[in-house]
């Protein structure tokens, strides 16, 4: 019995040392000093602010995907619609962190090097490989994997690209797509995608949720 209790002591000790370790761990985190890259691209993106007008994402969606990125420790990205690199700018500095490198696509050679130029100026060339092509074509013939995907391009061929890409991401890599709405919200998502949701979420290969909170993001988990 003396025992029991002793060990029954011990066990909740310990539990309470790794949430101690956890909480530590979470503040250092928060509290990590900035790099002198970190500075950069929170100067770029603050003077940036306001003046993204390019079909770019709004700030909450770019550091919603930054966030992805950190929590899930991904490496291998791929952005489908660069435009001028609003989004492509939150990827970079994310990968920045985890080791990881972008690939990403646009069509429109003068937003292609305006985005190269802006992924310049941020610091952050280094994480990206900008890629001028059209997506239908270049998607199918990318010969490596991925562990996330941000998918911003032709709307209506969101499912084409998915359908594409998805034997090409890991397992446990995530599938996010732009401008989605669900039925419910009494919001309407841009053309095309809320047939990609329905499709999407008819899957059992993936677990998908949307993310209300900016433009609209379909995020997908493959299981
Ligand atoms: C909504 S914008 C992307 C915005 C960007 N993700 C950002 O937040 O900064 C869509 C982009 O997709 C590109 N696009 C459309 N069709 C494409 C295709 N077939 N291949 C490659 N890019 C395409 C357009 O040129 C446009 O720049």
């Given at each position: ?38 500075k950069?691209v ?12 390019d ?44 080791g ?36 239908h ?5 990318l ?20 359908k ?22 009494g ?21 998908t949720?949307?993310?209300?909170s900016g ?9």
């Open positions: 019995m003396k025992g029991n209790i002793v060990s029954m002591g011990a066990v909740t000790c310990s539990m309470f040392f790794i949430l101690f370790i956890q909480v530590l761990d979470l503040q250092s985190q928060k509290t990590a000093p900035k790099t002198e890259l970190d950069k929170e100067a770029f993106l603050e003077d940036y602010e306001g003046k993204w007008r079909m770019n994402v709004p700030a909450s969606d770019g550091k919603l995907l930054y966030d992805i990125i950190l929590k899930n420790g991904y490496t291998k990205g791929l952005e489908i619609g660069t435009s001028t690199g609003h989004s492509a700018i939150w990827i970079a500095w994310a990968f920045s962190k985890t990881g490198k972008l690939i990403t696509i646009d069509i429109d050679e003068t937003r292609h090097k305006q985005a190269l130029a802006n992924l310049k100026e941020a610091g952050l060339l280094d994480y990206v490989d900008a890629r001028l092509a059209d997506a074509e270049l998607v199918k013939e010969n490596v994997t991925f562990d996330f995907v941000f998918s911003d391009a032709d709307k209506g061929w969101y499912i084409n690209y998915f594409d890409v998805a034997p090409k991401l890991e397992s446990g890599g995530c599938f996010t797509v732009h401008n989605v709405r669900p039925k419910g919200t919001q309407r998502g841009m053309r095309g995608t809320r047939e990609y949701l329905e499709y999407v979420l008819g899957l059992d290969t993936f677990t949720t949307v993310d209300n433009g609209g993001l379909a995020i997908s988990y493959k299981n």
